[in-house]
């Protein structure tokens, strides 16, 4: 059975930064593409980044272009994001998802709250 955690999060000032990171068990890590997505309330998910299964491929989404950093480690099972120069809107639950690195995969972690304000 899939078990993905999230962890990293919290709160953080405007300029900031967070890692963010996610383990991943009861499925080949190494074989999935990856994704995260985030959800503010009130709001539909929003798709964050993607990874391919070898790291090798990532795509954005254009709200964290150039600020936002996804990545692997298929030695640890372990997916990342690394948020720079956070922004108010950036506030919200983050998930990391297995399965597609563009689209919703049929994995899903419980989330981790990002918080960002002065």
């Known amino acids: 059975q899939a078990l993905l955690v999230e962890s990293g999060g919290g709160l953080v000032q405007p300029g900031g930064s967070l890692r963010l990171s996610c383990e991943v068990s009861?499925?080949?890590?190494?074989?999935?593409?990856m994704a995260w997505f985030r959800q503010a309330a009130g709001t539909q998910r929003e798709y964050v980044a993607g990874i391919i299964y070898s790291g090798g491929l990532k795509n954005y989404g254009d709200p964290v272009k150039g600020r936002f950093t996804i990545s692997r480690d298929n030695a640890k099972n372990t997916l990342y994001l690394q948020m720079n120069s956070l922004k108010p809107e950036d506030t919200g639950s983050y998930y990391c998802?297995?399965?597609?690195?563009?689209?919703?995969?049929?994995?899903w972690g419980q989330g981790t709250q990002v918080t960002v304000s002065s």
């Open positions: 009861g499925i080949m890590f190494k074989n999935n593409g």
């Open positions: 998802s297995a399965g597609s690195m563009y689209k919703e995969g049929l994995y």
